[in-house]
Every structure is written in structure tokens, then in C-alpha cells.
């Protein structure tokens, strides 16, 4: 059974950091290409970063050059740095896992003062 569980969400002020971890089970993170996404209240779900297999990353023009995708093989866990957040940035973050479709369930990251 597959099961993509992140963690790491909650209230940060602007300027600030946070780290966001997506553990997952069931599959292996380094044979998939993983993304985390995002959704803000009466918004669409946006790709924010990708990894892929061989572990080229991308990230959207919104995020580029303040947040990072990563992955750790032996931990199975792929990773989502957050720097310098804004209040824009305020959405519920998931864990993709693109190869397979599976979702995890989401964790709330607030940006405010």
C-alpha cells in the first residue's frame, strides 16, 4: 500500500523558513519523478518544484530561486525548502508522487505576520 505522508507545515512570518518532508511508503522516491504541489483557498492546484529520477529539478517562476526540492534516497523521503517566504506562499502543500498518482493528504503552510 502506497502512503505519502508530509510534514513539516504551520505558521511562519514573512522572511522566514520552513522545511517541508513528504515520507513515503510503498513505492521508492528515486524511481518516481516526485513533485510537491500547492492550493490556496479558491485557487487551482500549481506545480511548485520536480525532481526527477536522474535528479534534475524544476521550479515554478512564483517559487524559483526561494524554495528547493530534494530528496534523500535512504530516508525515502523527498523535501521541499522553503526560504523567504511571502504571504502568497500561503496555500496547503502535497507530496506528488507523478509516476504512479498517488497524493499525499496535504499540510498547511501559512505565511503571516
Known amino acids: 500500500q502506497v502512503q505519502l505522508v508530509e510534514s513539516g507545515g504551520g505558521l511562519v512570518q514573512p522572511g522566514g523558513s520552513l522545511r517541508l518532508s513528504c515520507a513515503a511508503s510503498?513505492?521508492?522516491?528515486?524511481?518516481?519523478?516526485m513533485a510537491w504541489y500547492r492550493q490556496a483557498p479558491g485557487k487551482q492546484r500549481e506545480l511548485v518544484a520536480q525532481i526527477t529520477i536522474g535528479g534534475s529539478t524544476n521550479c515554478a517562476d512564483s517559487v524559483k530561486g526561494r524554495f528547493t526540492i530534494s530528496r534523500d534516497n535512504a530516508k525515502n523521503t523527498l523535501y521541499l525548502q522553503m526560504n523567504s517566504v511571502k504571504p502568497e506562499d500561503t496555500a496547503v502543500y502535497y507530496c506528488?508522487?507523478?509516476?504512479?498518482?498517488?497524493w499525499g493528504q496535504g499540510t498547511q503552510v501559512t505565511v503571516s505576520s
Open positions: 506528488y508522487a507523478r509516476s504512479t498518482g498517488y
Open positions: 510503498g513505492l521508492t522516491v528515486n524511481r518516481q519523478v
